[in-house]
C-alpha cells in the first residue's frame, strides 16, 4: 500500500454553505479572493468557511487550517477539522470555520490546509483597506448631488 498524504481538489474560502439532504450537492454562498475592509484592524466576527474536497484519504484523518500573516509567519488562527474514508478513490467533502478572524494590517495572508506535519495547500489572499470610489460620471468627472 502506497502511503501518501491526501489530494486537494478544491479549497474554496466562503461565507457560508449547504449540503443539498436530496442530491448530496455543495451549494457556497459568498466566495472570497481577497477582503476589502472597512477599516484596519478588522475583525470579522462570524465564521469564515472553507469548502474542501479531497481524494485519497485513509481511515480517520485530522485536516487543520492555518490563517497565516505572511509578513511575519505568525498564526492568527487555526482549526481542525476531522474526516473518515472508507475508500481512498472516495472524494470528502467537508466544511471548516474559523472565527473570529482579525486581520491587524493590509497586506497578504496564508490560508493553509494541512494534514498531520504535511502542508497540503496554501491559499494567499489579499487583505486591503477599501475605499470608497468617487462619484463620477461617464466622462470620469466628479459630480455632486443637489
Keep these: 500500500m502506497i502511503n501518501q498524504a491526501p489530494e486537494v481538489i478544491s479549497f474554496v474560502i466562503c461565507d457560508a454553505g449547504l449540503r443539498c439532504m436530496t442530491t448530496g450537492k455543495y451549494f457556497l454562498n459568498g466566495i472570497y479572493n481577497g477582503f476589502n475592509l472597512p477599516c484596519i484592524p478588522f475583525t470579522i466576527p462570524v465564521p469564515v468557511n472553507m469548502y474542501i474536497a479531497v481524494t485519497d484519504g485513509r481511515g480517520n484523518m485530522t485536516f ?3 490563517i497565516v500573516d505572511d509578513e511575519d509567519d505568525t498564526t492568527l488562527i487555526e482549526s481542525n477539522c476531522p474526516a473518515e474514508f472508507s ?19 493590509e497586506g497578504v495572508y496564508r490560508f493553509e490546509l494541512w494534514c498531520g506535519d504535511e502542508l497540503l495547500k496554501v491559499r494567499r489572499v489579499n487583505c ?13 468627472e466628479e459630480w455632486k448631488r443637489k
Excluded: R, Y
Design 128 to 140: 486591503n483597506l477599501w475605499k470608497q470610489p468617487k462619484n463620477t460620471n461617464d466622462e470620469g
Design 87 to 105: 475508500d481512498p478513490t472516495n472524494i470528502g467533502e467537508m466544511f471548516c470555520s474559523v472565527a473570529p478572524l482579525t486581520f491587524n494590517h
Design 64 to 66: 487543520t487550517i492555518k
